[in-house]
């Protein structure tokens, strides 16, 4: 009977972990490492340690690069110190608007911090882009992370 609140669980918690990926506001990753542990308390699948730490780690790197890689996206395309604290304003404070508001956020805080240091539009908007396309790598990451687990997780039921 654990077997299968336990199997039920990890599904749950990997579906979360993929729609994780595409709303900010759950975490994709670690969620689907939870299904991962979940599933591996079970008769269904076993994982070795070195295996949940491994995946351990992806999770917490990926979802620490997911809050860093928006930031290195505004200095890649130019931005100075003041677009890239202004994409980390802008994150923060996003982050109480909604999935919209963590996806303008960035871009918006990054284009206001570039306009505080240089009045240029058009050099705004490019450090602007490149924190909107930082954000955008890091829900790249966060579902090759998921869909990697997702992966290993269904591989553990079927063999």
Same mark, same amino acid.
């Given at each position: 009977m654990?077997?299968?609140? $336990?199997? %039920?669980l990890g599904i749950i918690?990997?579906?979360l972990g993929i729609i994780?990926? /595409?709303v900010p506001v759950l975490p994709g990753p670690p969620l689907n490492f939870l299904g991962l542990l979940a599933l591996h308390f079970t008769r269904f699948g076993h994982f070795t340690g070195a295996t $949940?730490? %491994?995946?351990?780690?992806?999770?917490l790197a990926v979802s620490i690069l997911d809050? /860093?890689?928006p930031v290195w996206g505004t200095k890649k395309f130019g931005g100075s110190k003041y677009g890239t604290r202004g994409a980390t304003v802008g994150l923060i404070v996003g982050l109480f608007f909604g999935p919209a508001g963590i996806i303008a956020g960035p871009l918006i805080g990054a284009f206001v911090g570039e306009m505080?240091?240089?009045?240029?539009?058009?050099y705004a908007l490019k450090a602007g882009l490149g924190s909107l396309i930082g954000f955008l790598a890091g829900i790249g990451l966060k579902l090759a992370a998921s869909f990697i687990m997702t992966f290993y997780f269904v591989r553990a039921l079927i063999v």
């Open positions: 654990t077997d299968y609140v $336990l199997l %039920t918690l990997t579906i994780g990926c /595409l $949940l730490i %491994t995946f351990a780690s992806i999770a809050y /860093l890689v505080i240091f240089r009045d240029d539009t058009n």
